[in-house]
């Protein structure tokens, strides 16, 4: 009576305040705890008071699905080594689903000090869900929600059925009925939303403190797993079975065939380093053989894109057995300038070069045997602090005494019949049979880094192994290597599957080069599904790709429906903006969010979902060398760079870009070895709720269009529910926040379909 008489008086003085807090349903009280419980997309909140209507714990499921709910215990007294176990589910006629097709997971709270924008909340917020392997605690007045996923076998009855969970602590136990009821259909094994998720390898060989790739592998093969049974997909399961690629007849790397800047013939060769955290350089690709007896010198004609700038020409001496000598580094640093002119360096097989009485270099030592060329558009140094851009021709090493060139091809000319590339697949099938040929992943990410500029000072055209696009030799070089993944794809039935995401979110002064790189893929492997997300979606550059993907807040359904119309794809994704009010994926925002995007994809014929990284726990910069962030003791998504100074970052968001946690809660300290997955969040379990929600309508859509003459009524009814009102969403910033309002929905779509699947039996 207390507990009705203060939601009486709330009601009375605070109108908003029953819509606010009321959800859940009471289960029982007794002198140590309090029970209730609320479906999954909720986000229980430490201090949430207990609801006092009653209600029993009820899921609905199809075959192939997982349902789940949260009970929560809200103790009167603290207990500790709680346990806690269910029960198989058990029809009355004797059917079982097993007790093992139920995870048990404990909802922890993560503090957020520093809110994600100014419509967040700082306060501390569920989300970490770890696995329950051992009896765990509850504080008095505090709520502790434990979150139940049923994973319901494709091979189950339909109907309903009956568990029991139990709690047990000292003194205490508690015994909940949960009923459980399932539809007569089955979920497909791949999900019909695509998707397509970042998983940084790196993050979890430190995190996990891996020490090797076949442990990395193993562990890797457990996130892998769990996307599967969250019905998501990595954009990459291959970063250990890579397609390796090498390109025959180049005996330069480092630089660029520049055919715009020549001395003499058709190319020169530009070695441009715009990095202030590396150094550059172009290298002759083999070794050349030498007898350190011998006088020779280095001669060649250069120029810088700056007068009086600096460049280095080195040589490096390695010994019969092509080991590197160390410590005896031949060269020059010169003077360069913007116009062409002759340097050398001349290698005394007798006299040291010394300077003030120091010696700069020696002779070949005597053990030498080859010698390897490097050039140096600037000085390198240890930090490769310094930029700078030069062109190299007519080089040649010189033997004094025969008076030969003993460097091949150092007028940089290139016979394009030498041209050639050889592709290795045998790693890379080796991943795809084994998450392609079984269901699970809806696709993966090719990236093509031969579409984007490289090391090329110039206008940005596409660049490949030494030679821009207009060249012949890129054209033959990216007809093989394009032509060769298509076709491979295609023969062993994966094509189709991929998308080549080379740029990401290109401005509107990248459209040129953007149309370039995807007429050369399209020229080149027209089979092949081009990918671009763009946060300035229109017309402009939307036609040059089969599958678009807008930010969801800049997504336009007017705009998209011409191309959706003619085929292309449309996908969306979320990152760290734009945040509150717009549906997005932060830690402090609304449960509803995650769910809430799959239905706003159905609504504008959208079929797939990306999210840039679901793993990025650390930015290396913003904390010192060696540090790593903690995500279970600070949420908040950080980057480094944008010009920020050193040290500097800025900050993204709560969980934005991570939807996984380490099991490693310390990982500056705890260096145990992990060979274990991840723990999943409760945004990544509420997404999965929506990809779902995405297949009963995309399973009701194919009803409707199959109808048979007597089932009439039940299309009426599904085209009602899959013509999607305003009391879910107008638009992303005006959605409903009740989950209520879906799981409704939900609940007809799962009857409808049970209907039209037994009327077809």
Known sequence: ??????????????????????????????????????????????????????????????????????????????????????????????????????????????????????????????????????????????????????????????????????????????????????????????????????????????????????????????????????????????????????????WWDGGTFDPDTVFSGRYSYQVSDNSTNGNAEGQFSDLISIDPSRPYILKWWAKTLKKNQQYAVMVLCYTSEKKLIPWQMKGMICSGNISWHEDSVYIDPVNPLIFQDMVLSRPFPHNAAFASVHLNPDVPDRHGSQTGTAWFDNFRFIDLKSGKNILPRGDFEQNIEDLDVELDFSAFDLAAKQYLATPGFTGFRIQVPELRPGPYYGKRVAWFNGFINGTAEYDKLADIYF???????????????????????PKHDDYTFVREGMDILHRTAPKLTRFITENNPGPEIMDVTEIGCPVLAKFDPEKSKEWIARGRGMWSYLMTWPKAPHVNLFIDSDAINMRMWLWMSYKYHLTGILVWSSNCWNAEGCSPHGVFQNIWEDPMTYMDGNGLPDGAAAEYGNGDGMFFYPPNRDPNNDKTKYLTGPVPSLRIEILREGIEDYDYMIMLEHFVRSARPGQQNLVRAAEKILDIKQDVFVNDQEYTKDPRILMKYRQQMGKLLSEFSNKNL
């Open 483 to 505: 032509k060769g993944i298509q076709d491979h794809l295609e023969a062993n039935g994966w094509l189709g599957k991929e998308y080549v995401y080379w740029i990401d979110e």
């Open 1 to 250: 009576m207390n507990k009705i008489w203060l939601w009486s008086f709330l009601l009375i003085i605070f109108p908003g305040f029953l819509l606010a807090q009321d959800f859940g349903y009471s289960i029982k009280t007794d002198d140590v705890c309090e029970l209730w419980w609320a479906e999954n997309t909720y986000k229980i909140m430490k201090d949430d008071p207990a609801p006092f209507k009653k209600g029993k714990i009820t899921i609905q499921a199809a075959r192939n699905e997982s349902e789940g709910f949260q009970i929560v215990l809200l103790p009167g007294k603290s207990l500790e080594n709680i346990s806690v176990s269910v029960s198989d589910f058990k029809q009355k006629s004797g059917n079982t689903i097993e007790a093992r097709n139920v995870a048990i997971r404990k909802v922890e709270y993560v503090n957020v000090v520093k809110p994600s924008g100014i419509f967040h909340k700082a306060g501390w917020y569920p989300d970490p869900l770890p696995l329950i392997e051992k009896p765990f605690n509850a504080e008095k007045g505090v709520n502790s929600p434990v979150w139940f996923t049923v994973k319901v076998p494709k091979g189950a009855s339909s109907g309903k059925y009956y568990a029991t969970v139990v709690f047990k602590s000292a003194g205490w136990q508690a015994s909940v009925p949960v009923e459980l009821e399932v539809w007569n259909f089955t979920l497909p094994d791949n999900p019909y939303m695509r998707s397509a998720f970042g998983l940084y390898s790196d993050m979890i060989r430190q995190y996990h403190n891996l020490s090797n790739d076949e442990e990395l592998k193993q562990v890797l093969d457990k996130y892998y797993t769990c996307f599967k049974e969250l019905r998501i997909s990595p954009q990459k399961f291959y970063d250990l079975y890579p397609i390796r690629k090498k390109v025959k007849g180049v």
